[in-house]
């Protein structure tokens, strides 16, 4: 489809008015009203019937408007963008219910170790028999309050 500007526009309005003034001039009303007026052969138009082989009628073209274009393509944007937000909706929501379900989970098995339980008894049959260590025992020695290196001369001042 060809789009048409507006000053083929106007164009086209121009010569439907002249054509639509043309045929009052060949009749004799145009600029003297004689009825025994003779066409001039020296103006062009004061023909008496235009010739078919100068122009014929032209039929107008249908026109699209970009508007219905555009409106179509931002329907069908539209629908992608309200998809695209669907589906990321979707996924957060089972995003969201997988981790309350793992929550629950850790939940209740922290439920479940936190039942007390009573210990197992000793066994009785086998009784009890200290044995000494092999470990050498600690000697004690004589802790040192001084100062290790300091360089003081007077017993008074490191105090």
Known sequence: MIMESPSTKSAQKFV??????????????????????QPNKSHSWVSQKPSASAKESTKPQDFKLHTQERAAKRAVFNYTVATKLYLIEQQ???????????EEEEIRMLRKEMIPRAQLMPFFDRPFFPQRSNKPLTVPREPSFQMMGSKCSNSISCI
Do not use: D, Y
């Open 92 to 102: 957060k929501k089972q995003i969201e219910k997988l981790h309350k379900m793992i």
């Open 16 to 37: 439907k008015s002249q054509t639509a003034v043309q045929p009052t001039v060949a009749r004799g009303m145009g600029r003297n009203n004689s009825s025994t007026q």
